[in-house]
Nanobody, 119 residues
């Protein structure tokens, strides 16, 4: 059974920092592309950042220079360090794991963790 469990969400003031964690189980973590997505009220879910098994990262323009994604394969955990938070970063943040092999795509989601940034 695959589980992605996010933690670290909460209320933070604008300009502050927060670190999200996502602990994975039931998958071979090291071969999966891991990502963070977010969904604000009334908006579609959007990509925040991804990190490949080799450590290559990709960020949404809105978070470049402020957020950092990282992974610890020994702990089966992916992190999202969020600095200089803005009220528009308020959203439910979801952890994502995906892997593709022999034409088959496997994708998993966590339950989400709320981040609220007050102005």
């Amino acid at each position: 059974q695959v589980q992605l469990v996010e933690s670290g969400g909460g209320l933070v003031q604008a300009g502050g920092s927060r670190r999200l964690s996502c602990a994975a189980s039931g998958i071979i973590f090291s071969i999966h592309v891991m990502g963070w997505y977010r969904q604000a009220p009334g908006k579609q879910r959007e990509l925040v950042a991804t990190i490949t098994s080799g450590g290559s990262t990709n960020y949404a323009d809105s978070v470049k220079g402020r957020f950092t994604i990282s992974r610890d394969n020994a702990k089966n955990t992916v992190y999202l360090q969020m600095n200089m938070l803005k009220p528009e970063d308020t959203a439910v943040y979801y952890c994502n794991a995906r892997h593709q092999i022999l034409g088959a795509r496997y994708e998993y989601w966590g339950q989400g963790t709320q981040v609220t940034v007050s102005s």
